[in-house]
T-cell receptor
Framework: RKEVEQDPGPFNVPEGATVAFNCTYSNSASQSFFWYRQDCRKEPKLLMS???SGNEDGRFTAQLNRASQYISLLIRDSKLSDSATYLC????????????FGSGTQLTVLP | GAGVSQSPRYKVTKRGQDVALRCDPISGHVSLYWYRQALGQGPEFLTYFNYEAQQDKSGLPNDRFSAERPEGSISTLTIQRTEQRDSAMYRC?????????????FGPGTRLTVL
């Protein structure tokens, strides 16, 4: 079983739609959680950190459920520019150590 | 300012040859990480450094892979006696590590193809 599991998609949604991505992680001792975005043929970039209380950044909302070892990302009012692969990321040992990535969920927002 | 740079961007080599991949982190960043990314997968950790010290090399697949960061800045990932299964995108990332700067910034990667 992979340490971080995501639905690979693809998710094809119309502009303006709300879309949610889910992720589960296996190591209950994991400390930090993130969503990264990766555009086609580009490097991954940090989208947002995920905090226990949940957090929002504009149209993006991230949630963490430590008991269920579950992370989610909600995108409201999807834009064409949101089309990308979204990577669920877990840091097991603290901020200085390596990141463990899921395989990513591919999103295409259609006009 | 300049981001993380990697060279070469593309490397095609024959099976059995050695290759050296270079990473130039963001200036002043303490930590440097190497990852490998297969098509359709997320990056997979290989090794990381704080300054010049290699802190964790548990992700290196076997002893053909090695990395160094002798002066705490530029790093080289070396693969000896390359095999076809080594073909992948090799990504470097750096992290400030001071003043609470924890984000890892990734470079554009080196696409390695072993024929």
């Amino acid at each position: 079983r992979k340490e971080v599991e995501q639905d690979p998609g693809p998710f094809n949604v119309p502009e303006g739609a709300t879309v949610a991505f889910n992720c589960t992680y296996s190591n209950s001792a994991s400390q930090s959680f993130f969503w990264y975005r990766q555009d086609c043929r580009k490097e991954p970039k940090l989208l947002m950190s995920v905090y226990s209380s949940g957090n929002e950044d504009g149209r993006f909302t991230a949630q963490l459920n430590r008991a269920s070892q579950y992370i989610s990302l909600l995108i409201r009012d999807s834009k064409l520019s949101d089309s990308a692969t979204y990577l669920c990321v877990v840091n097991k040992y603290g901020s200085a150590r390596q990141l463990t990535f899921g395989s990513g969920t591919q999103l295409t927002v259609l006009p | 300012g300049a981001g993380v740079s990697q060279s070469p961007r593309y490397k095609v080599t024959k099976r059995g040859q050695d290759v050296a991949l270079r990473c130039d982190p963001i200036s002043g960043h303490v930590s440097l990480y190497w990852y490998r990314q297969a098509l359709g997968q997320g990056p997979e950790f290989l090794t990381y450094f704080n300054y010049e010290a290699q802190q964790d090399k548990s992700g290196l697949p076997n002893d053909r892979f090695s990395a160094e960061r002798p002066e705490g800045s530029i790093s080289t990932l070396t693969i000896q006696r390359t095999e076809q299964r080594d073909s992948a995108m090799y990504r470097c990332a750096s992290r400030d590590g001071t003043s609470g700067g924890n984000e890892q910034f990734f470079g554009p990667g080196t696409r390695l193809t072993v024929l």
